[in-house]
Structure formats: C-alpha cells, structure tokens
C-alpha cells in the first residue's frame, strides 16, 4: 500500500501526464455513496439504541499482539519509504535477488491465472453450450415456423382462385369441422 503512496504522491511525476480534476460524473456518485454511507452508519447506531440492541464486544488479543502489529506495519511502511522514495535499494535489484518469490509476488500470487482457468474456464465452458443451444435449438425452432409460415401461405394462396365456388366449398368444410368440433366437445 505505502508503495503507491510513496510512488503516487512523492515520486517523480510523469511527463505523459497532467494532474486534473475528476468529471462530474465520477465525483457525484461518489458524494451519493459517501452520503449514504454516513446515513446508514447514523441510522444502525438509531436502530441499535432505540431496540436495545448491543454493539458487539471484541476480546482484546493482548499486549503483545498490538505491538507485534504496530511493529510489523511500521517496518512495512519504513521498507517502502527506503525502497520507493529515497531509492536505498532499486527495486529491479530486488527483483533479481529473491528471482521466483519476486515473480510469484508480481504475479499476485497466480491468483489472476487460477481464477481465468478454473471460473472463467467453468463460465466459457457454460456460455459456449447455452450459445450452442440457441443456435441448434431455438434459431432451428425459429426457421421451423419461419417456413412453416411460408408454406401456409402458399396452401392458403392456392385457395384464393377469385372462384366463389371454392369459397362457398371452403367455408362447408369449415363449418362441418367446427360442428365436429363443437359435438365432440358436448358429447365427451
């Protein structure tokens, strides 16, 4: 943490860049989260009191376990201040002297390189089979109708000949599949 502290704020600023304001649209979301933060710390602290509630107690851990945390935190801040602002030790110097515990380290641990191949790998594996799905199921499906359409209105153009015999004759036939249709349904 105190790496980018010492390189952001006391380091040498980089020529490609000027310093500049955020725009409006990243600071105003950020003055609503701040806001709603500090309304919803105010109303758990109203809501614990007015219900009688208690603030959870944690045991102390001792003594030497404060000063074991404070000692370490200070030693990390003063090995980054020696390293990344008064440059005792060059960074690439360290990286050449611990070799694979620095590029482990550089690495984030492969945490990046796990996660791309066990999560992500699961979630290509999945999109790739819905994608497969829609293609082979559901565009088919699509076509199908598509065609089934088509082929009904050719049936239906072949019936339309302007001959008012045919649709005298169409309309019979419509009318006794309704009535046994309707008879079906009233006898069962």
């Not at 030790?89 to 590029?103: H, I, M």
């Not at 945490?111 to 293609?135: M, N």
């Amino acid at each position: 943490m105190f790496r980018l502290v010492f390189s952001v704020y006391f380091g040498k600023p980089e020529e490609e860049h000027s310093p500049h304001e955020s725009p409006p649209n990243m600071t105003v979301p950020l003055v609503v989260l701040s806001l709603l933060s500090i309304g919803a710390g105010y109303a758990a602290h109203y809501f614990v009191n007015r219900l009688g509630g208690e603030v959870p107690h944690v045991e102390h851990g001792g003594l030497t376990v404060l000063l074991t945390s404070i000692i370490f935190g200070l030693g990390g801040i003063l090995l980054a201040w020696a390293i990344y602002s008064r440059e005792v030790v060059k960074p690439s110097t360290l990286d050449k002297a611990f070799g694979p515990l620095s590029t482990y380290l550089h690495r984030k641990w492969y945490c990046d390189e796990i996660y791309d191949h066990t999560v992500l790998a699961l979630v290509r594996t999945a999109t790739s089979v819905v994608k497969g799905i829609d293609r082979l199921v559901i565009d088919d499906a699509a076509h199908m109708l598509g065609r089934f359409s088509r082929w009904l209105g050719f049936v239906f153009r072949q019936m339309h000949s302007g001959s008012v015999q045919v649709y005298v004759f169409t309309m019979a036939i419509a009318l006794l599949v309704l009535i046994f249709i309707f008879n079906l349904i009233r006898f069962s």
